[in-house]
T-cell receptor, first 109, second 113 residues
Framework: KNEVEQSPQNLTAQEGEFITINCSYSVGISALHWLQQHPGGGIVSLFMLSSGKKKHGRLIATINIQEKHSSLHITASHPRDSAVYICAVLRGSNYKLTFGKGTLLTVNP | GAGVSQSPSNKVTEKGKDVELRCDPISGHTALYWYRQSLGQGLEFLIYFQGNSAPDKSGLPSDRFSAERTGGSVSTLTIQRTQQEDSAVYLC???????????FGPGTRLLVL
């Protein structure tokens, strides 16, 4: 079993829909990252969080440390949100990121 | 300001040759990381540097891989005697200090024939 599991692997939505991507992890962490990668493009860090909730524009990330679970929400989704979303965790003992396999989101107009 | 830059953007090499990949981090960032993204494998950590401290090389897949960071700035990842399984996108990232938000470069796409 991977230390970081994401679901779903693939997600197709219609423009305007509310999107949720989930991330579960099995190790103790000091922080969790959500990253975005557009097709053929670079990786952008969206959030780094260790507790609670963060919001940036239409994106919201939450984390529940006790349940070892995080969610990334996108409100009013748009075709430009189409990308791979990657969850990664930073263990408390070191600074090496462990990555999930990513969720491919396609938002159709 | 300038982001993380990597060169070359693409590299095609023959099996058995050595390659060098370069990363220029954001100015002032003390932490620098190398990752590999293989088709179907996702992202994996290779090595990180923090200032003048000894790097954490625990993610390097074999002794054919090495990296250095000169003067606390530019880093070079070297792969000796390349194999076809080394084909991947090699990504560099930097952060102000270890553990902070990482800024990724565009990657170097390596193809070993």
């Amino acid at each position: 079993k991977n230390e970081v599991e994401q679901s779903p692997q693939n997600l197709t939505a219609q423009e305007g829909e509310f999107i949720t991507i989930n991330c579960s992890y099995s190790v103790g962490i000091s922080a969790l990252h959500w990253l975005q990668q557009h097709p053929g493009g670079g990786i952008v860090s969206l959030f780094m969080l260790s507790s609670g909730k963060k919001k940036h524009g239409r994106l919201i990330a939450t984390i529940n440390i006790q349940e070892k679970h995080s969610s990334l929400h996108i409100t009013a989704s748009h075709p430009r949100d189409s990308a791979v979303y990657i969850c990664a965790v930073l263990r408390g003992s070191n600074y090496k990121l462990t990555f999930g396999k990513g969720t491919l989101l396609t938002v159709n107009p | 300001g300038a982001g993380v830059s990597q060169s070359p953007s693409n590299k095609v090499t023959e099996k058995g040759k050595d390659v060098e990949l370069r990363c220029d981090p954001i100015s002032g960032h003390t932490a620098l990381y190398w990752y590999r993204q293989s088709l179907g494998q996702g992202l994996e950590f290779l090595i990180y540097f923090q200032g003048n401290s000894a790097p954490d090389k625990s993610g390097l897949p074999s002794d054919r891989f090495s990296a250095e960071r000169t003067g606390g700035s530019v880093s070079t990842l070297t792969i000796q005697r390349t194999q076809q399984e080394d084909s991947a996108v090699y990504l560099c990232a930097s952060s102000l200090v270890l553990g902070e938000t990482q800024y990724f470069g565009p990657g170097t796409r390596l193809l070993v024939l």
